[in-house]
């Protein structure tokens, strides 16, 4: 009864599906939608590992309900790739040793993505400040900073360049 | 963690909102940024029947001023907060204070409403409407009243505001030219509240300390405004002697909990600290020096 239809569009193609009011946006892309990329780590809106974006905004996927996304536009970190072509932040994270476990990855990924549109070249500190909803137990964060850098110097010369 | 069934509502004018909470009262929930009341329903510490969620409607977003006050809708989010040239300019320490709640993803949910109608004392915007004497626009299908932020808050998670009302938009004066304020506040890391903070407004005339105000937050069962504090600087130069008065005053209106986040004589002496850094500088905000 509680059930309900949504129209989405996830990662550039159009979804429609049918969701329990309660269900949470994670645990539909997770377990509705297979895509297994935004992480569940605390489930308590603090690790930001489930982080997308969702009309343009970073937000936590635990604490936002499908229904919520009904009519929106979606990028989950499956989205970032052009093909075999890695995301110039992708490619940061690998080249920069930006991750060890690799956890809290997609959403390192689909913040900084965001972070880039907000502030095509920032320093390190307001790289820090971005991605501050988003904890790593792992890398000590310096090389997950460098990454960012990486790409958005990436990013910044192919612009520069056309 | 999966919250309890409800039926979810998707309303686009605030009549709808107020037709299903006079129809509904307590078996439905205002969903604003969800921040605070999602974490809520997934521990089922909260399991509304019905989920009225505001975010759809327009009208009760944004910032704009109107005479002599400034208007926040109470759908508007944190982030929006912080990038308002309107605040910026005439109201610094909201933004200033924005960017010390929670993280970037946090913000672009949260709303300023929900934090001022959340009643939780760790919320940092009840002080700072106390401290800028704003008032709270509740409308219910019987009509529209306004209750000052000094009036709201009647003890943890307890507010005047009743179960069929909507808060629709916070006012606050518009604060003259020369007002110097500040937000400052303790915290163990980012994303977490305060282990002690005060909001501080005041203005000078010829030397003298003509008006302030002074607040605080999670250091009681509510926000915390304090007479006795901004008394201890009326009339002053705000000299040394002035402030240590301030945050002694401060210190004394404080009851903190012992928490996670400290003893109550370490958040007692936070809370002193914090209205001591905060009158220093709206000070000097105020004196432009
Ligand atoms: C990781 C994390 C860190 C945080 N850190 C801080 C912090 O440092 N400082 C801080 O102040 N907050 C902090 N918050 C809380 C955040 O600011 C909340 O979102 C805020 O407390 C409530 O705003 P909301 O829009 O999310 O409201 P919701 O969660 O949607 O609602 C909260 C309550 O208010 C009611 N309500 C909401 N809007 C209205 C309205 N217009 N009319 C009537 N009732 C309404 C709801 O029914 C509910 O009971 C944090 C949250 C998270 C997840
Ligand atoms: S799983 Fe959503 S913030 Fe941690
Ligand atoms: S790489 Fe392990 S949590 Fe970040």
């Known amino acids: 009864m509680s059930s ?10 159009a979804v429609e599906a049918e969701v329990e009011a309660r269900t949470l946006l994670i645990h539909f892309l997770r377990e509705q939608r297979n895509l297994t990329g935004p992480h569940i780590g605390c489930e308590t809106s603090h690790c930001g590992a489930c982080t997308v974006d969702l009309n343009g905004k970073s937000v936590k996927s635990c604490t936002i309900f499908a229904v919520q996304a009904d009519g929106g536009e979606l990028l989950t970190v499956e989205g970032l790739a052009n093909g075999a072509e890695l995301h110039p932040l992708q490619e940061g994270f690998y080249e920069s040793h930006g991750l060890q476990c690799g956890y809290c990855t997609p959403g ?12 095509p070249d920032p320093s390190d500190d307001e790289i820090r400040i971005g991605i501050s909803g988003n904890l790593c137990r792992c890398t000590g964060y310096q090389n997950i900073v460098k990454a960012v850098r990486y790409a958005a110097d990436k990013i910044n010369q192919a612009e520069g360049a056309d | 963690m999966t919250p309890g069934v409800f039926e979810y509502h998707r309303p686009k004018a605030v009549d709808e909102v107020l037709a299903l909470l006079g129809q509904l009262g307590d078996d439905a929930k205002v969903l604003a940024g969800g921040h605070s009341l999602v974490p809520m329903m997934k521990l089922r510490l909260a399991e509304p029947a019905h989920l009225i969620d505001i975010n759809a409607i327009d009208a009760l977003r944004g910032i704009r001023q109107d005479g002599a006050a400034i208007i926040i809708g109470a759908a508007t989010t944190q982030a929006e907060v912080i990038a308002s040239d309107l605040l910026v300019a005439k109201c610094s320490i909201l933004p200033e204070a924005a960017a010390q709640i929670a993280d970037p993803q946090v913000r672009n949910c949260a709303t300023v409403g929900g934090n001022c109608a959340n009643g939780d004392p760790g919320n940092d915007d009840p002080a700072i409407m106390m401290a800028l004497d704003a008032s709270y626009v509740l409308r219910s ?47 163990r890391k980012v994303g977490d509240y305060a282990i002690a903070a005060a909001a501080v407004t005041l203005a000078m005339a010829d030397g003298r ?4 105000a002074i607040a605080l937050t999670n250091v009681g069962d509510t ?36 928490d996670l986040r400290g003893t109550v004589a370490y958040r007692t002496a ?20």
Do not use: H, W
């Open chain 2, 270 to 289: 936070m809370a002193g600290q914090m209205t001591r850094r905060a009158i220093v500088q709206a000070l000097s905000r105020a004196t432009g020096s």
């Open chain 1, 108 to 119: 390192m990924l689909t913040r900084a993505y965001r972070l880039l549109q907000e502030n």
């Open chain 2, 223 to 258: 926000a915390l405004f304090s007479s006795a504090a901004a008394d201890a600087i009326k009339g002053t130069s705000v000299d040394a002697a002035a402030i240590d008065a301030a945050a002694q005053a401060a210190m004394a209106a404080a009851a903190p909990a012992e």
């Open chain 2, 141 to 187: 299908q019987g009509g529209e009243r306004q209750v000052a932020a000094r009036d709201f808050y009647e003890g943890v998670y307890a507010t005047v505001l009743a179960d069929n009302e909507l808060l629709t938009e916070i006012r606050i004066p518009t604060p003259a030219a020369g007002v110097g304020m500040s937000y400052q506040k303790i915290k």
């Open chain 1, 4 to 13: 309900q239809k949504i129209s989405l569009t996830i990662n550039g193609e």
């Open chain 2, 209 to 212: 300390c003509a008006d302030a």
